[in-house]
């Protein structure tokens, strides 16, 4: 008789035994570190890595947020292991049972990356910006993940992966799910070869990935500097509650900081967009702008004559109808 119980339930369960079970503890070595949840607003969530090397804090190094929208999960990046992910998904669990339907990866670096494959497991839609690619065909994130596995042993190991995502987001896109009006902001290869940032707009919170707003000239990259000045000028007329940057603790005063981002774009498309507009080559525009509102700001030096550049160019473009 309990032969055949047994049976039966084998028979009835075996996707819960074989993969919730056992297999997640095999495959994802238990963390020692703690990992504190924080609620930064009504949907958002965060934990927060303790910022220093790679390989600092069982490779808990850079932060990692999540959305609970009344019809799903949204995570926004996925930490720096398997087992780190798996950490995270059980403070999820500890909050909601809605399923995790969709991970936005801020850009493809090692200490946001690691951890995909435990939603890409659980069939999350995984969404990356464009220039991932870039990464994932690279020699460097092979050795990358070669050397984590020896530097972060056990939790980065033979079973850890790099996930490539569902989708490469080249523009920008808004998106809603539950009651949550979602807005992603391709900022280009900024900080990497690709990153984005998302805006969960019912409650005002930006999260920034590892692109910076803190009082400096950012770098533009390839940047579309049209769109991301709209979703500026929309953040600060709603005036953000709260940035949640991909390493370190949220900012809960940001506004001063997306207000000089903010300035700082419209200048710059003010000034290269009127020089396309009369035909003014690139460096005797660049020489004649008066840059005093933000030449001593950290980065200007090198960052400024090239967002100046791209700007003019993009402009161009847009100018001719692109
Ligand atoms: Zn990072």
Do not use: C
Not at 23 to 46: C, F, N, W
Not at 129 to 156: C, H, I, M
Request: proline share 5%.
């Amino acid at each position: 008789m309990r032969t055949l119980l047994l049976f039966l339930l084998l028979l009835m369960s075996p996707v819960i035994s074989a993969e919730a079970g056992e297999t997640a503890e095999a495959v994802y070595p238990p963390i020692g570190v703690d990992m504190p949840l924080k609620q930064v607003s009504r949907h958002v969530y965060y934990v927060e890595g303790t910022p220093g090397v790679a390989t600092d804090n069982e490779g808990f190094i850079s932060n990692a947020a999540f959305v609970v929208t009344g019809a799903g999960v949204v995570v926004f990046d996925a930490l720096g292991s398997p087992s780190l992910a798996n950490a995270l998904l059980a403070k999820i669990r500890s909050v909601t049972e809605e399923p995790v339907v969709r991970v936005i990866v801020s850009h493809y670096h090692a200490d946001h990356i690691y951890g995909l494959q435990v939603f890409e497991d659980l069939g999350a839609e995984i969404l990356a910006p464009a220039g991932a690619e870039t990464y994932l065909a690279s020699q460097n994130a092979k050795e990358r993940l070669e050397e984590r596995r020896f530097t972060l042993d056990p939790w980065v190991n033979e079973t850890t992966r790099l996930v490539h995502p569902d989708r490469y987001l080249a523009e920008g896109t808004n998106f809603r799910l539950g009651d949550v009006d979602f807005i992603i902001t391709m900022v280009g290869a900024a900080h990497s070869d690709g990153d984005l940032t998302l805006y969960v707009e019912p409650d005002r919170v930006l999260l920034s990935g590892d692109v910076i707003f803190e009082g400096r000239v950012p770098f533009l990259g390839d940047a579309n500097t049209r769109h991301w000045l709209n979703v500026l000028e929309r953040m600060e007329r709603e005036q953000l509650v709260a940035l949640v940057p991909g390493h370190g603790v949220a900012n809960t005063d940001p506004n001063a900081d997306i207000g000089l981002t903010r300035r700082y774009l419209a200048f710059l498309r003010e000034q290269m967009g009127r020089a396309v507009e009369e035909f003014i080559p690139f460096s005797e525009a660049y020489e004649s702008t008066d840059w005093s509102g933000f030449k001593d700001l950290p980065a200007f030096a090198e960052a400024n004559r090239r967002n100046a550049y791209q700007v003019y160019l993009s402009m161009e473009a847009e100018a001719l109808g692109n």
